[in-house]
């Protein structure tokens, strides 16, 4: 005979397998089931514990009495793992129920303080198995308790009562019918006991064990797959009003090109690409009057929708007061007075602003923190021009700001650039640079504005390869043909 098998062990067999396939199954509908990864995995492996631990009680249960050897040794191992998993399965207990208060801030202390608890509950076990402190076998392989049997206990109702604190303690972050799942979990064990003690041969305590975790793990998945609905539903939501505010933003930046088609003076084009949906990057150019063009190039402090908000209320305001005919400095004084006006949240802005009067060629610009604009003559090649640069835009108020002049004879191009282009880093995080700028600037004869832009996007693009974007990519570059 290889097993002990009665009545009592039939009806046990026949409540392990109920709780093994119960278990099954909820193992099927978790894996399924839509919630954070790491969260359905920590569900899984919860489970396959319960499948071990009621196991091995069965297995130990059903080799009693036998004398062979090889079941010596086998159930001595089998009664070890079922006294460790009983004492892992209270650990993992305690950090699910601090999950489901969202105390994560203390889940690393209190951690460290369950896998001492069950590092010693570990070496009392294998100590344990040598002098018999908590349980023996006798010379006929019968399992019997010693009389510091409930010593074994001793770790899984510490961390037990540690699991009835948080509850009691964060009782008010966790959901009302999880709370009472997980109370569920911890009394069924401890009720199944007394009917153990009348009728001892039926393990109760197994089986309510197996269902009170079951009815636990369903009401947890259940509160997570709601929630998790609603952050999809509410995930779609942002999406689409993004998508809208990508679409808002795109529509506020020229777009159109060719820009001008009745002006042959000059050829203009540009580009934005966001690092986010939105950015905080932007580029304008306008007529301020019959013979004078108004071009701005400004980088937004931070990304994303506040970047976008703050970026629209400075382009309107920087594009006003250059319409209002103010010179390229008086035009940023302006704007920044008015941003300092309101700024709680302290956002600024770089912003570099010309004006070309389209007759002379004459390019007047002032610089307040932005890069420097490339400049390249008709015979040449581009170069950086380095402009004395002023506070930022939003900073303090009060600033004041130099401007100075270029003039751009037939055939010359002005490029306009945010450090998003710059600043853009490969897989080893090496930026771009200005000096490789200037080289995809000059690295053909280009002979549009577009042909500019596409040269150095490709560029930057081979550089950067599969590394993600994380500013703003955004140029503008025009090329003055004078007036016939």
Same mark, same amino acid.
């Given at each position: 005979m290889i097993f002990n098998i009665s009545l009592g062990n039939l009806i046990n067999v026949f409540m392990i397998a109920a709780g093994i396939g119960i278990c099954g199954l909820s193992i099927v509908q978790i894996s399924k089931a839509p919630v954070e990864k790491r969260v359905r995995k920590y569900f899984v492996f919860f489970l396959w514990m319960i499948i071990g631990? #009621? +196991?091995?009680?069965?297995?130990?249960?059903m080799m009693e009495g036998i004398t062979m050897p090889a079941v010596s040794v086998a159930i001595r191992v089998v009664t070890f793992i079922e006294f460790f998993i009983s004492g892992l399965m209270a650990l993992m207990l305690s950090l699910m129920i601090l999950y489901s208060a969202s105390e994560e801030r203390i889940v690393k202390k209190v951690t460290v303080v369950l896998l001492a608890l069950l590092g010693v509950h570990t070496v009392m076990l294998i100590v344990s198995q040598f002098a018999g402190i908590y349980y023996y076998f006798d010379e006929n392989n019968v399992y019997h308790r010693a009389n510091l049997y409930l010593l074994s206990n001793l770790t899984p109702a510490l961390m037990l009562v540690q699991d009835m604190y948080i509850l009691i303690k964060y009782r008010k972050r966790i959901e009302k019918h999880v709370i009472v799942a997980y109370w569920i979990y911890i009394i069924a064990p401890l009720a199944a006991m007394g009917l153990q003690a009348i009728f001892p041969v039926v393990q109760f305590v197994i089986f309510a064990t197996v269902g009170a975790a079951v009815n636990m793990f369903a009401v947890i998945t259940r509160d997570l797959t709601e929630k998790f609905e609603k952050q999809r539903v509410e995930a779609s939501r942002i999406d689409a009003e993004l998508s809208m505010a990508t679409r808002i933003q795109t529509d506020m930046l020229p777009n159109i090109f060719p820009a001008f088609p009745e002006r042959g003076e000059f050829d203009i084009f540009a580009s934005m690409k966001p690092a986010k949906e939105v950015g905080g990057d932007f580029y304008d150019f306008f007529f301020i009057d019959e013979d004078r063009l108004g071009i701005v190039m400004a980088d937004v402090s931070g990304k994303g929708v506040p970047a976008a908000l703050f970026m629209m209320a400075s382009k #309107?305001?920087?594009?006003?007061?250059? #319409?209002?005919?103010?010179?390229?400095?008086?035009?940023l004084e302006a704007a920044n007075n008015q941003i300092c006006q309101s700024n709680r949240e302290q956002m600024f802005v770089t912003v570099w602003l010309g004006i070309l009067d389209l007759k002379t060629g004459v390019l007047t610009a002032a610089n307040a923190g932005h890069e420097y604009p490339a400049i390249k003559t008709p015979d040449g090649k581009f170069e950086l021009y380095k402009d004395k640069h002023g506070f930022v835009i939003g900073g303090m108020p009060g600033?004041?700001?130099? *401007?100075y002049e270029i003039k751009l004879e037939k055939g010359s191009m002005l490029?306009?650039?945010t450090d998003g282009v710059a600043e853009a880093s490969n897989a080893g995080e090496e930026l771009?640079?200005?000096?490789?700028? +200037? *080289?995809a600037l000059n690295a053909e004869e280009y002979d549009t504005p577009s042909d500019v832009l596409g040269g150095v996007h490709k560029a930057v693009d081979a550089f950067v390869k599969d590394a993600p974007q994380f500013d703003d990519l955004t140029m503008l570059c025009l090329k003055y043909n004078g007036k016939d």
């Open positions: 631990y #009621i +196991t091995m009680h069965l297995t130990r249960q #309107i305001l920087v594009q006003n007061y250059a #319409i209002m005919k103010k010179s390229p400095k008086e035009a600033v004041r700001y130099r *401007e490029f306009l650039y771009f640079g200005a000096e490789r700028l +200037t *080289e």
